[in-house]
């Protein structure tokens, strides 16, 4: 008895010719693709910390404006303008000067308004039109009375 093969003619067999084709279509890819790679240059920057001036521009963690009863204005136990005076101007020279510490090292400002319990209201909303015109009145916070000593 002779046995019959079975050859189907859809059966034909391992074709090479196609994953010939898929091997071209795939090195054509990676050829087009290394042409859009980006050579990397060294970028010449400087660190904060290598100079003197970074060192003596300490940004505080916090800046305390503190009001008195009688109007006197300070900022970190620094007295600023007078009691009498209406526009502020020091205040507001040394909270752009802090400002743009705070810019250059990519900080917030933060700032707290303290003023005594019986500080005139007037006083208090001239030192927050201050830190408007100074553009430093997005980080603001308010204490009433002494500072608490630590």
Same mark, same amino acid.
């Given at each position: 008895?002779? !046995?019959?093969?079975?050859? $189907?003619?859809?059966?034909?067999?391992? !074709?090479?010719?196609?994953?010939?084709?898929?091997?071209?279509? #795939?090195?054509?890819?990676?050829?087009?693709?290394?042409?859009?790679?980006?050579?990397?240059?060294?970028?010449?920057?400087?660190?904060?910390?290598?100079?003197?001036?970074?060192?003596?521009?300490?940004?505080?963690?916090?800046? %305390?404006?503190?009001?008195?009863?009688?109007?006197?204005?300070?900022?970190?136990?620094?007295?600023?303008?007078?009691? !009498?005076?209406?526009?502020?101007?020091?205040?507001? #020279? *040394? #909270?752009?000067?802090?400002?743009?510490?705070?810019?250059?090292?990519?900080?917030?400002?933060?700032?707290?308004? !303290?003023?005594?319990? %019986? %500080?005139?209201?007037?006083?208090?909303?001239?030192?927050?039109?201050?830190?408007?015109?100074?553009?430093?009145?997005?980080?603001?916070?308010? $204490?009433?009375?002494?500072?608490? *000593?630590?």
């Amino acid at each position: 008895m002779r !046995q019959q093969e079975n050859k $189907s003619p859809g059966d034909l067999g391992f !074709q090479i010719a196609p994953m010939i084709d898929v091997v071209f279509v #795939i090195m054509l890819f990676f050829m087009v693709m290394a042409g859009a790679v980006k050579v990397e240059f060294e970028l010449k920057i400087k660190l904060p910390g290598d100079s003197e001036a970074a060192a003596s521009q300490e940004i505080p963690d916090e800046l %305390t404006i503190a009001i008195t009863e009688k109007g006197q204005v300070s900022i970190n136990d620094s007295n600023v303008d007078t009691p !009498q005076s209406k526009e502020l101007r020091q205040l507001y #020279i *040394e #909270i752009c000067k802090l400002r743009e510490n705070a810019r250059r090292a990519k900080t917030k400002l933060l700032v707290t308004v !303290q003023a005594d319990e %019986t %500080t005139v209201y007037e006083r208090i909303a001239l030192v927050l039109d201050t830190l408007a015109q100074a553009e430093a009145n997005e980080n603001v916070t308010f $204490s009433i009375g002494e500072a608490e *000593e630590v």
